[in-house]
């Protein structure tokens, strides 16, 4: 059993230890001391462990990106300031998408040409989204606007997916559509993500399925190696720009490895659909939470 265990685990034990000594040496570097982020007191700490586990266990669950759940809980609840948030999540999912993806690209379970084409497009529009967040930055109004309105998307495909009204699942090992359809779909994502710093997962599922017609299993392995090298470019570009609460991150990314692991254990306890319905409706309130704030209105 103990073999067992090491064998199947021995990725995520090692991504955990290094992620704890990096969390350990930011914090004693000063990694948080950023302008407007709160002081990384104990509390907080166990605090973002636990919104760590919450994100990746819905990822586990229903394969949609921690940053959804983790963005707006530091932002609004934490005190983070939106580009700090921003900068911050997207720069957690480096870690969570190598976890997750590891395990599809070792199965084989994703559209290896999709990936590339759809990888490609989305490093140039992470490059691309990333220069635009540099002239949102200074406009919080309007770059929270962007997020409520980014935040829709997720919340209606999982509404509608929660009351039953998806389409059926697609069969098959590979995704239909030319290359150039995929890169400038990917192109897309990626300028999203380096703008609200989502991670692009929550886009890339629903857009492969509905555009592409694309296999649910090759779309979930699919995405997750697409969001690899797209989180890398977004977060480390967020790094140098100065938008990352480094140890803050380190924290989350600890937890959603370990709470996508529990997600995965557990899936099959749970009906998907009204999981769906639960998380689709946080995130429409999130929504318009972000929007009533870009026309200065307070909603708790």
Same mark, same amino acid.
């Given at each position: 059993?103990?073999?067992?265990?090491?064998?199947?685990?021995?990725?995520?034990?090692?991504?955990?230890?290094?992620?704890?000594?990096?969390?350990?040496?930011?914090?004693?570097?000063?990694?948080?001391?950023?302008?407007?982020?709160?002081?990384?007191?104990?509390?907080?700490?166990?605090?973002?462990?636990?919104?760590?586990?919450?994100?990746?266990?819905? $990822?586990?669950?229903?394969?949609?990106?921690?940053?959804?759940?983790?963005?707006?809980?530091?932002?609004?609840?934490?005190?983070?300031?939106?580009?700090?948030?921003?900068?911050?999540?997207?720069?957690?999912?480096?870690?969570?998408?190598?976890?997750?993806?590891? $395990?599809?690209?070792?199965?084989?379970?994703?559209?290896?040409?999709?990936?590339?084409?759809?990888?490609?497009?989305?490093?140039?529009?992470?490059?691309?989204?990333?220069?635009?967040?540099?002239?949102?930055? $200074?406009?919080?109004?309007?770059?929270?606007?962007?997020?409520?309105?980014?935040?829709?998307?997720?919340?209606?495909?999982?509404?509608?997916?929660?009351?039953?009204?998806?389409?059926?699942?697609?069969?098959?090992?590979?995704?239909?559509?030319?290359?150039?359809?995929?890169?400038?779909?990917?192109?897309?994502?990626?300028?999203?993500?380096?703008?609200?710093?989502?991670?692009?997962?929550?886009?890339?599922?629903?857009?492969?399925?509905?555009?592409?017609?694309?296999?649910?299993?090759?779309?979930?392995?699919?995405?997750?190696?697409?969001?690899?090298?797209?989180?890398?470019?977004?977060? $480390?570009?967020?790094?140098?720009?100065?938008?990352?609460?480094?140890?803050?991150?380190?924290?989350?990314?600890?937890?959603?490895?370990?709470?996508?692991?529990?997600?995965?254990?557990?899936?099959?306890?749970?009906?998907?659909?009204?999981?769906?319905?639960?998380?689709?409706?946080?995130?429409?309130?999130?929504?318009?939470?972000?929007?009533?704030?870009?026309?200065?209105?307070?909603?708790?």
């Amino acid at each position: 059993m103990n073999g067992r265990f090491w064998q199947v685990y021995r990725p995520v034990i090692v991504l955990l230890v290094v992620i704890t000594a990096l969390a350990i040496w930011s914090y004693l570097s000063g990694g948080d001391r950023l302008s407007g982020v709160p002081l990384l007191t104990p509390l907080r700490g166990v605090l973002l462990i636990v919104v760590g586990l919450a994100a990746g266990f819905l $990822g586990g669950l229903i394969g949609t990106g921690g940053c959804s759940i983790m963005l707006p809980v530091i932002h609004f609840w934490m005190g983070y300031p939106a580009p700090i948030a921003i900068g911050t999540t997207i720069f957690a999912v480096i870690f969570t998408a190598t976890s997750g993806g590891y $395990g599809h690209l070792i199965r084989k379970n994703l559209d290896r040409r999709a990936t590339l084409w759809l990888a490609g497009g989305g490093i140039l529009g992470v490059i691309f989204g990333s220069w635009l967040f540099t002239i949102l930055v $200074g406009h919080i109004d309007l770059l929270q606007l962007i997020l409520g309105l980014a935040f829709l998307l997720p919340a209606i495909r999982m509404i509608y997916e929660g009351i039953g009204r998806s389409k059926p699942k697609q069969e098959g090992n590979a995704i239909p559509g030319g290359s150039s359809g995929f890169a400038v779909f990917g192109f897309a994502i990626g300028v999203l993500t380096g703008i609200v710093g989502l991670g692009g997962g929550y886009a890339l599922v629903p857009g492969l399925i509905y555009l592409f017609g694309a296999p649910v299993y090759i779309t979930m392995g699919t995405s997750l190696a697409v969001m690899i090298p797209m989180a890398v470019v977004a977060g $480390g570009i967020k790094l140098a720009q100065g938008f990352v609460a480094l140890t803050t991150a380190l924290i989350l990314a600890a937890g959603t490895i370990v709470g996508a692991q529990v997600g995965a254990a557990v899936i099959k306890r749970f009906r998907p659909n009204t999981l769906k319905l639960i998380f689709g409706l946080y995130f429409l309130y999130v929504s318009v939470k972000f929007i009533a704030a870009y026309f200065g209105i307070a909603i708790w």
